[in-house]
């Protein structure tokens, strides 16, 4: 059975924003100051990934609307 298509499907380009600071993550950006590739999706983050302007855990992110 087909499902249809919904919008907003591509979650690899999903942006989140840090709760603790104004950073955003964006993965068509990647964050080159920790070695993450661009088009790097936020859920393949390591574990161990924090904000790079204020430390803040991949926890601490909540997902940007449009």
Do not use: H, R
């Not at 942006?15 to 104004?22: F, Q, R």
Request: glycine letters at 8%.
């Amino acid at each position: 059975k087909l499902l249809p298509l919904l919008k907003n499907t591509d979650v690899a380009m999903d942006k989140y924003g840090c709760m603790l600071c104004d950073y955003l993550y964006d993965p068509e950006k990647g964050d080159k100051s920790q070695g993450i590739e661009t088009g790097t999706a936020f859920n393949d983050l390591p574990e161990e990934w924090t904000c790079p302007k204020c430390g803040a855990k991949k926890e601490q992110f909540y997902l940007e609307e449009d």
